[in-house]
């Protein structure tokens, strides 16, 4: 079957680090995306990986390692409105998007 | 215009209403999704058009029915919907049918309550 596994929650502190992890067995792999949803509201697009190493945008960047199928999102400089589920999902042979539950991440003041 | 809107944002129908939510974009993009979201769960996938055609239906009951008017519209008409279909109904879209590098655009949403 498909997979992926990703926390189901975390905690940070507001100005800190944070790195979200995503690992994935899928039918095939053809792109992950990272999206950012705040409750009640529709994702919005982070990022997309297609091939292995670190893509940077602003305070977010997103890394890939298609050998391990992991991923990870990380947050710098942390705000209070980066407190959100971040939904890591993955392309398949068939160009369906597989999505994982989520992680929670709560900052703190 | 750089977004997908949808209408309308809450709906409360009763098991024997028909009701249809609306979901338009503007950005010329030639597949279109609609999405169902329960609380703390991700987006299921329901239904995908590409250029105005179906085709992808996720084994959704009949009770919801999709329909694509035109390349910028996505409609899904509800009828005698149970209350376990309460959630969060998404609509997408993206650039090309679904191969390759397309980031999905999410409208907000429509809030369904199934009384």
């Known amino acids: 079957g498909q997979n992926i596994d990703q926390p189901t929650e975390m905690t940070a502190t507001e100005g800190a680090i944070v790195q979200i992890n995503c690992t994935y067995q899928t039918s095939g792999f053809n792109g992950l995306f990272w999206y950012q949803q705040h409750a009640g509201e529709a994702p919005t697009f982070l990022s997309y990986?297609?091939l292995d190493g670190l893509e940077e945008k602003g305070r977010f960047s997103s890394f890939l390692s298609r050998s391990k199928g992991y991923s990870y999102l990380l947050l710098k400089e942390l705000q209070m409105k980066d407190s959100a589920s971040y939904l890591c999902a993955v392309k398949d042979s068939n160009y369906q998007l597989i999505w994982g539950a989520g992680t929670k991440l709560i900052i703190k003041p | 215009d750089t977004e997908v809107t949808q209408t309308p944002k809450h709906l409360v129908m009763g098991m024997t209403n028909k009701k249809s939510l609306k979901c338009e974009q503007h950005m010329g993009h030639r597949a279109m999704y609609w999405y169902k979201q329960k609380a703390k769960k991700p987006p299921e996938l329901m239904f995908v058009y590409s250029y105005e055609k179906l085709s992808i239906n996720e084994s959704v009951p009949s009770r919801f029915s999709p329909e694509c008017p035109n390349s910028s519209l996505l409609n899904l008409h509800l009828h005698a919907l149970q209350p376990e279909d309460s959630a969060l109904y998404l609509c997408?879209?993206?650039?090309?049918?679904?191969?390759?590098?397309?980031?999905?655009?999410f409208g907000p949403g429509t809030r369904l309550t199934v009384l």
């Open positions: 997408a879209s993206s650039q090309d049918p679904p191969g390759g590098y397309n980031e999905q655009f």
């Open positions: 990986n297609v």
